[in-house]
């Protein structure tokens, strides 16, 4: 169901000693289908911006998702998506841009791997 998959963004949030806050919006669209849109502020004052798309009876699928990473001074420090506008990547369409504007290829990310990323940035005061 939907309403678990948000419940495990909310635990997720919630156990992470970097973020300072978050504003998540979730929209159900069905039992099963529901958007994920929101921001996640760091003690750093870094932000995340998120947003998914998923389909969740058997197991999650994010058929768009969007994770925007930017450091205090709102400069991009990585994106993580899946928009077909790299089809010349072996990992199209998931792709990761990077801090030099560069696009790399990239597996796909779920909201804990990038939340490890970025916690590893901000305990080391970085981005």
């Known amino acids: ?18 973020i300072h806050s978050w504003s998540i919006t979730y929209d159900k669209r069905s039992s099963f289908v529901g958007f994920v849109r929101g921001e996640i ?10 947003r998914e798309f998923v389909h969740a009876e058997h197991s999650p699928q994010r058929h768009t998702y969007a994770y ?10 990585f994106r993580y ?6 089809p010349e990547l ?6 990761k841009h ?11 990310p779920d909201l804990s791997s990038v939340l490890e990323e970025v916690g590893r940035l901000v305990v080391l005061g970085k981005p």
Request: aromatic share 12%; hydrophobic share 40%; glycine share 6%.
């Open 1 to 18: 169901m939907i309403e678990e998959y948000f419940r495990g963004i909310e635990e997720l949030l919630a156990t992470r000693g970097f």
């Open 41 to 50: 502020r760091f003690v750093d004052r870094s932000v995340l911006y998120v």
């Open 81 to 86: 998506d899946n928009a077909p506008h790299y």
């Open 90 to 95: 072996p990992s199209a369409p998931h792709h």
């Open 68 to 77: 925007h990473y930017q450091g205090p001074d709102g400069v991009l420090v």
């Open 98 to 108: 990077v801090t030099d504007l560069s696009v790399v290829p990239s597996v796909a």
